[in-house]
Protein backbone atom coordinates (compact mmCIF):
# COMPACT_ATOMS: atom_id res chain seq x y z
CA UNK A 1 0.00 0.00 0.00
CA UNK A 2 1.17 3.22 -1.12
CA UNK A 3 0.92 6.53 1.39
CA UNK A 4 -1.47 8.22 -1.04
CA UNK A 5 -3.85 4.81 -0.74
CA UNK A 6 -3.45 5.41 3.15
CA UNK A 7 -4.50 8.84 2.99
CA UNK A 8 -7.51 8.37 0.90
CA UNK A 9 -8.83 5.09 2.62
CA UNK A 10 -8.55 6.45 6.01
CA UNK A 11 -9.80 9.83 4.84
CA UNK A 12 -6.16 11.92 5.91
CA UNK A 13 -5.70 15.44 5.62
CA UNK A 14 -2.75 16.15 3.29
CA UNK A 15 -0.28 18.50 5.06
CA UNK A 16 1.80 18.31 2.26
CA UNK A 17 3.06 16.46 -0.68
CA UNK A 18 2.36 13.10 -0.78
CA UNK A 19 5.14 10.88 -2.35
CA UNK A 20 3.07 8.56 -4.89
CA UNK A 21 5.20 5.97 -4.92
CA UNK A 22 6.06 5.43 -1.32
CA UNK A 23 5.12 2.14 0.30
CA UNK A 24 4.09 1.71 3.65
CA UNK A 25 5.25 -1.61 5.55
CA UNK A 26 4.50 -1.03 8.97
CA UNK A 27 3.36 1.90 11.95
CA UNK A 28 4.92 3.26 15.14
CA UNK A 29 3.48 5.19 17.41
CA UNK A 30 4.88 7.76 19.99
CA UNK A 31 6.51 10.99 21.09
CA UNK A 32 9.41 10.38 22.52
CA UNK A 33 11.82 11.25 19.58
CA UNK A 34 15.21 9.77 20.96
CA UNK A 35 13.20 6.23 20.95
CA UNK A 36 11.27 6.68 17.77
CA UNK A 37 15.10 7.20 16.25
CA UNK A 38 15.92 3.56 17.88
CA UNK A 39 12.75 1.90 17.27
CA UNK A 40 10.87 3.29 13.94
CA UNK A 41 11.46 1.06 10.81
CA UNK A 42 11.91 2.38 7.40
CA UNK A 43 8.74 1.95 5.20
CA UNK A 44 6.80 2.68 8.95
CA UNK A 45 3.83 5.37 9.50
CA UNK A 46 4.87 7.44 12.31
CA UNK A 47 1.70 8.37 14.33
CA UNK A 48 2.31 11.12 16.69
CA UNK A 49 1.54 14.66 18.02
CA UNK A 50 5.04 16.12 17.39
CA UNK A 51 4.30 18.36 14.52
CA UNK A 52 7.95 20.08 14.84
CA UNK A 53 10.94 20.30 12.57
CA UNK A 54 12.48 17.97 14.98
CA UNK A 55 9.85 15.27 13.74
CA UNK A 56 10.82 16.28 10.16
CA UNK A 57 14.58 15.58 11.39
CA UNK A 58 13.54 11.78 12.61
CA UNK A 59 11.29 11.36 10.07
CA UNK A 60 14.04 11.14 7.59
CA UNK A 61 16.74 9.81 9.54
CA UNK A 62 14.54 6.75 10.01
CA UNK A 63 13.19 6.48 6.20
CA UNK A 64 9.58 6.57 7.50
CA UNK A 65 6.78 6.48 5.00
CA UNK A 66 4.58 9.33 6.68
CA UNK A 67 4.07 10.99 9.55
CA UNK A 68 0.21 11.18 10.73
CA UNK A 69 -0.54 14.21 13.70
CA UNK A 70 -3.13 12.11 15.48
CA UNK A 71 -5.55 14.06 17.58
CA UNK A 72 -5.54 16.69 15.17
CA UNK A 73 -2.16 18.33 16.26
CA UNK A 74 -0.76 21.08 13.88
CA UNK A 75 1.93 21.15 12.48
CA UNK A 76 3.89 24.33 12.22
CA UNK A 77 4.83 26.23 9.99
CA UNK A 78 8.82 26.05 9.87
CA UNK A 79 8.28 22.53 10.09
CA UNK A 80 6.17 22.48 6.86
CA UNK A 81 8.90 24.38 5.07
CA UNK A 82 11.65 21.57 6.16
CA UNK A 83 9.35 18.65 5.15
CA UNK A 84 8.83 20.06 1.78
CA UNK A 85 12.18 20.52 1.03
CA UNK A 86 13.01 17.24 2.66
CA UNK A 87 10.23 15.20 1.13
CA UNK A 88 8.59 14.14 4.26
CA UNK A 89 4.67 13.93 4.04
CA UNK A 90 2.68 15.18 7.16
CA UNK A 91 -1.03 13.85 7.08
CA UNK A 92 -3.25 14.82 10.06
CA UNK A 93 -6.18 12.52 11.83
CA UNK A 94 -8.71 13.27 14.34
CA UNK A 95 -8.60 9.87 15.73
CA UNK A 96 -5.78 9.15 18.42
CA UNK A 97 -3.06 6.97 18.39
CA UNK A 98 -4.75 3.55 19.19
CA UNK A 99 -7.57 4.00 16.56
CA UNK A 100 -5.31 4.65 13.72
CA UNK A 101 -3.24 2.06 14.78
CA UNK A 102 -5.92 -0.32 14.44
CA UNK A 103 -7.05 0.64 11.00
CA UNK A 104 -3.38 0.72 9.76
CA UNK A 105 -2.92 -3.02 11.17
CA UNK A 106 -6.30 -3.89 9.29
CA UNK A 107 -5.14 -2.03 5.82
CA UNK A 108 -1.09 -3.96 5.81
Known sequence: MTVKELAQRLQLKILTEIDEDKEVTGCYSGDLLSWVMS?????DVWLTVMGNVNAVAVAV???CACIVLT???ALDEQAKQKAELQGVTFLQSDRNAYELSVEIAKLI
Open 39 to 43: KAKMG
Open 61 to 63: LTE
Open 71 to 73: ENA
